[in-house]
């Protein structure tokens, strides 16, 4: 599975668009970028996934570029209740057992 | 919508007893998978199963077994517990016949194990 980087942590104030960015250099072709959200003491939720350009959802957009060593999570106008971690996991997604593998995620301070 | 549920929600053990953790997936969904967090750290997986069959194995210890029942339950079974077995126990569940993204795992609430 690819090894993923992310910033440990980030700071933002409500109504600002946070955008974390994640790095996946040796991405598999058939590899997909997830991304999962963890409030403390819950388990982590599902909340985007994409393969190349654009995905969005009612939660958030993810942005991949043409030679998908990287991805962006972008939460628009996030708000006290965004203060979580957030996770990058990048592999196969028919992969045996469909094991999440959990890197350093990021930690996000959503400040009034 | 229903959700995945874990029993119990908190367990205190003193060391070298044992411990049961059970999980009920979400309805029609036939794959489980176990994951440990401890304090500060990242969930690790540690176990999955496939239609009652163990689909994938991670980092658990030779101390823990699991299963997945008929009716898609599962058990995390904790023997000769030890302080370091401290940590929240998630549950997962997703489809795992093709229907939707095997990365999409929806989690339950966790069990709390404290180990003293």
């Known amino acids: 599975l690819a090894k993923t980087t992310q910033p440990i942590s980030m700071d933002s104030y409500e109504g600002q668009e946070v955008n974390i960015t994640c790095s996946h250099n040796n991405i598999a072709t058939n590899d997909y970028i997830t991304w999962y959200q963890q409030f403390p003491s819950q388990g982590p939720r599902f909340i985007i996934q994409?393969?190349?350009t654009k995905v969005t959802n009612e939660v958030a957009s993810l942005f991949i570029p043409a030679d998908r060593k990287s991805s962006t999570l972008s939460l628009p106008r996030v708000s006290l209740s965004d203060t979580a971690v957030y996770y990058c996991l990048v592999g196969p997604i028919y992969n045996q057992g469909g094991k999440l593998i959990f890197g350093q995620g990021t930690e996000l301070s959503v400040k009034p | 919508a229903a959700g995945v549920i874990q029993s119990p929600r908190h367990l205190i053990k003193e060391k070298r007893e044992t411990a049961t953790l059970k999980c009920y997936p979400i309805?029609?969904?036939?794959?489980v998978y176990w994951y440990q967090q401890g304090p500060g750290q990242d969930p690790q997986f540690l176990i999955s199963f496939y239609e009652k069959m163990q689909s994938d194995k991670g980092s658990i210890p030779d101390r823990f077994s699991a299963q997945q029942f008929s009716d898609y339950h599962s058990e995390l079974n904790m023997s000769s517990l030890e302080l370091g077995d401290s940590a929240l126990y998630f549950c997962a569940s997703s489809l795992g016949s093709g229907a939707g993204p095997s990365y999409e795992q929806y989690f339950g609430p966790g069990t709390r194990l404290t180990v003293t």
């Open positions: 994409g393969y190349k």
């Open positions: 309805p029609r969904h036939d794959t």
